[in-house]
Structure formats: structure tokens, C-alpha cells
């Protein structure tokens, strides 16, 4: 991959020559490009390193090598390691496409409509389950070692085989408005960042807005309008996460967890929990251990 530095367009561009319909892009850990960001192309991310959270809009979760993602336009998306991860050569391969390349191919290629219901679905997010990870890394690198008609030969029976799966989930409940300005792209990433490593502290809207220099009605108005939530929901969002991990990899007593994860109080811990996950967190870690047994782990 070309190491160019080109100002850090939004679009993250590193090579395009404008005219193929599969694209692809590969980094590593550190990367100047893992940070809060959204374009105009579809992007199919296959981590093959490092661990984290994976935020997808207003989706947040874990990520592990293996994990496969489909974002779709304007959707923005960042995967943050966890603090004490050794660098990496190669962390995320990332197959682009765009939508006009499907919507008037379809008109000349009739069956590429097969793969628009789930470019509708991608505006939210989709991860991807129950793919071989040999299989993953084998596509992936014949779309980035090809170009041309081949390249698009190797992309598409993938692109065929996610459309026909049934085992996948949507990740985010709304459509977030992020505009293609970097200043502002990067003040949000502050914050993701600032929030997904401090959630166990106390946060003030303050303190956060100072680090952005905002003050507070103006960060307010910023991060909802960005974001689609207002801050102490993103702070939430965190934190429930996080307890959704302790939940189901430990046998930590709820309260435990609870102030672990920077809630002051259980009941608010399980109203929060219950308003994002529709069950409360004894009911989530039955449920969760009640799959593995009849399913086993993805």
C-alpha cells in the first residue's frame, strides 16, 4: 500500500485511479488512518489483528481478529484498539465499492440486483458471522494482488455469498449526519477516543468540551447534532458495552460490575441497561450462556 500522505482526505483515497469498481486498502496499528470517520463508498472491513472496541455509528462493541463488517455510505465507523496493543503490520483489509457502479451496472448486468437488498441493510452497519477466516484472507488478498476485470471476478461471488447470508446482525439504530470536514471529524474522534478509554472515571460534559475547545452548550449542540446522540447517551453506550463484556467473559457479581464500569448506583445501572438492551444484565448473562449451550460460540 502506497504510504503517501495526502493531508488525510476524509475519503482516505491512498491510491485511486478513478475508474476501478473494487477498491482496496490495507493498514496496520498505528495507522494514521484508524480514527472517526465517513465517506461516500461502501467499505467490507476483515480484521485480521488486534482487539478492541468497534464503534459503527451509534453501534458500539468488541472486535477481534476474524470480524467482518459492511458499512455503507456516509456511515461513520472506527476500530480502537485496546490501550496496550504491540504495533502491527497488518490489521484491517478493507475491500470499496460505490453505489453507482451496482445501481447502473444493474441496468446492463441485471443480476447484480441481487446484492442491493443488502447495500439497503449496510446503511446501518452489518457484521457478518459463520465465515471462514482462511477463506476471508484468500479473497482479500486476490482482490488486493489483482486489478481490472479480475479484481472484480474475485470480489464479486464474495460479495454474492454475504448478500445470500442469513447470519449477520445490523449494528446501528440511526443514520448519523457526519459532513466531510476534517476539523470536525477530528474533534469527534478526540472524544470517542477520551470516552471509550475513561469510561470507568467520572466524565463531565465540562472537561470533555474543554478538551475540544467548546464550551458546554456549544459541545452539546456539536456532539448531537454529529452523533445523533446527546453526550451522556454516548457515555452510556460505553459503559453498557463494557458491562455486556464483563457480563458474558466473567462471573463478577453485577454490582461489581456496575461500578466497574463508572455507573454510582445498581438501579440506575440496570434502568440504563434495560433502556438499551431490553433486558436486565442477569437476564442478558443467562441468556448469553443459555446460546452457548444450544449453539456453541461464533
Not at 70 to 79: D, E, F, S
Not at 88 to 115: C, T, Y
Not at 214 to 225: G, L, Q, T
Request: aromatic residues 12%.
Amino acid at each position: 500500500m502506497s504510504k503517501t500522505n495526502k493531508r488525510f482526505a476524509p475519503e482516505y483515497e491512498i491510491v485511486d485511479n478513478g475508474i476501478e469498481t473494487i477498491r482496496y486498502l490495507e493498514h496496520g496499528y498505528p495507522s494514521d488512518l484508524i480514527r472517526w470517520h465517513a465517506h461516500d463508498d461502501y467499505e467490507l472491513h476483515f480484521i485480521v489483528a488486534t482487539s478492541g472496541k468497534v464503534f459503527v455509528g451509534d453501534y458500539i462493541g468488541n472486535y477481534g481478529p476474524g470480524q467482518l463488517i459492511l458499512t455503507g455510505p456516509r456511515l461513520p465507523h472506527n476500530w480502537i484498539c485496546q490501550h496496550n496493543q504491540e504495533p502491527v503490520e497488518l490489521r484491517d483489509m478493507v475491500i470499496r465499492f460505490d453505489h453507482e457502479s451496482f445501481e447502473h451496472g444493474m441496468k446492463i448486468i441485471p443480476e447484480l440486483a441481487e446484492v442491493l437488498p443488502m447495500l439497503s441493510r449496510a446503511k446501518s452497519g452489518i457484521e457478518f458471522y459463520d465465515f471462514d477466516p482462511d477463506y476471508l484472507s484468500k479473497v482479500f488478498a486476490q482482490v488486493r494482488d489483482s486489478s481490472g476485470l479480475q479484481r472484480l471476478l474475485y470480489a464479486l461471488p464474495l460479495l454474492q455469498k454475504l448478500s445470500q447470508s442469513s447470519n449477520y446482525r445490523l449494528l446501528s439504530t440511526v443514520q448519523i449526519d457526519v459532513k466531510s470536514n476534517e476539523t470536525l471529524q477530528r474533534k469527534i474522534n478526540t472524544v470517542v477516543d477520551y470516552v471509550s478509554l475513561n469510561y470507568s472515571q467520572d466524565i463531565s460534559l465540562s472537561n470533555v468540551a474543554s478538551l475540544i475547545g467548546m464550551s458546554d452548550s456549544h459541545f452539546s449542540r456539536f456532539f448531537k447534532k454529529a452523533t445523533g446522540n446527546r453526550f451522556i447517551e454516548f457515555v452510556n453506550r460505553v459503559r453498557i458495552s463494557r458491562a455486556c463484556s464483563l457480563l458474558t467473559e466473567t462471573d463478577q457479581q453485577i454490582a461489581n460490575i456496575c461500578f466497574q464500569v463508572g455507573f454510582n448506583n445498581v438501579a440506575n445501572f440496570n434502568r440504563r441497561f434495560h433502556e438499551l438492551k431490553g433486558v436486565t444484565p442477569r437476564d442478558f448473562r443467562a441468556q448469553f450462556h443459555k446460546r452457548i449451550e444450544h449453539h456453541g460460540l461464533h
